[in-house]
């Protein structure tokens, strides 16, 4: 064989290996997500955290044979917004019943009124929602809530009892 046929065949046989190890790798893996936790959103005692926005939650049951159905505590971390709070009577009483929703800083006392009065029939079942759209008359200060003050729902009026069903849930937005 010539020098010419060396070169020839040695520059075949290199342009196959290359081309073969070109076209038969394996492609790449495709990338996945890095798993594991996520510091935001956070849950903590009600709240949700998500990109520095706090959230808090609270929702109890009425409480019977008291004038104060519900007391929901505002959130302990920071100043706080009332953004919604509803008040929701399957049973109201067996008397005609005034609602009244405010502000204190005990769960035993209704001191700042957050809107207006709500009268409804003895045995009526409502729905109250109060949210940060100010009532006629009030200040726009009484939906903002020092840690730890109480939201409160109160029923009065009559001579019957107070023994109503349902459920009074509060949504707070922490001002930091």
Same mark, same amino acid.
């Given at each position: 064989?010539?020098?010419?046929?060396?070169?020839?065949?040695?520059?075949?046989?290199?342009?196959?290996?290359?081309?073969?190890?070109?076209?038969?790798?394996?492609?790449?893996?495709?990338?996945?997500?890095?798993?594991?936790?996520?510091?935001?959103?956070?849950?903590?005692?009600?709240?949700?955290?998500?990109?520095?926005?706090?959230?808090?939650?609270?929702?109890?049951?009425?409480?019977?044979?008291?004038?104060?159905?519900?007391?929901?505590?505002?959130?302990?971390? *920071?100043?706080? @917004?009332?953004?919604?709070? +509803?008040?929701? !009577?399957?049973?109201?009483?067996? #008397? =005609? &019943? /005034?609602?009244?929703?405010?502000?204190?800083?005990?769960?035993?006392?209704?001191?700042?009124?957050?809107?207006?009065?709500?009268?409804?029939?003895?045995? *009526?079942?409502? @729905?109250?929602?109060?949210? +940060?759209?100010? !009532?006629?008359?009030?200040?726009? #200060? =009484? &939906? /903002?809530?020092?840690?730890?003050?109480?939201?409160?729902?109160?029923?009065?009026?009559?001579?019957?009892?107070?023994?109503?069903?349902?459920?009074?849930?509060?949504?707070?937005?922490?001002?930091?």
């Amino acid at each position: 064989m010539s020098i010419n046929n060396w070169v020839v065949s040695l520059l075949v046989v290199a342009v196959a290996g290359i081309g073969a190890y070109t076209f038969t790798r394996p492609a790449p893996a495709p990338q996945s997500p890095p798993l594991g936790s996520a510091s935001s959103p956070s849950v903590i005692d009600g709240c949700i955290e998500v990109e520095g926005v706090t959230k808090c939650y609270r929702k109890m049951k009425m409480a019977a044979a008291t004038t104060t159905v519900c007391a929901l505590k505002a959130p302990t971390i *920071a100043t706080s @917004t009332l953004t919604s709070l +509803t008040v929701d !009577a399957t049973v109201s009483s067996t #008397t =005609a &019943t /005034t609602v009244t929703i405010a502000k204190a800083n005990s769960g035993f006392a209704t001191t700042t009124l957050i809107g207006n009065q709500v009268a409804f029939a003895a045995l *009526a079942q409502f @729905t109250v929602v109060a949210s +940060t759209t100010v !009532a006629q008359g009030i200040t726009g #200060t =009484a &939906t /903002t809530f020092n840690p730890g003050q109480y939201a409160v729902v109160g029923f009065s009026g009559g001579t019957g009892t107070f023994s109503p069903t349902g459920t009074c849930v509060g949504e707070w937005l922490v001002v930091r």
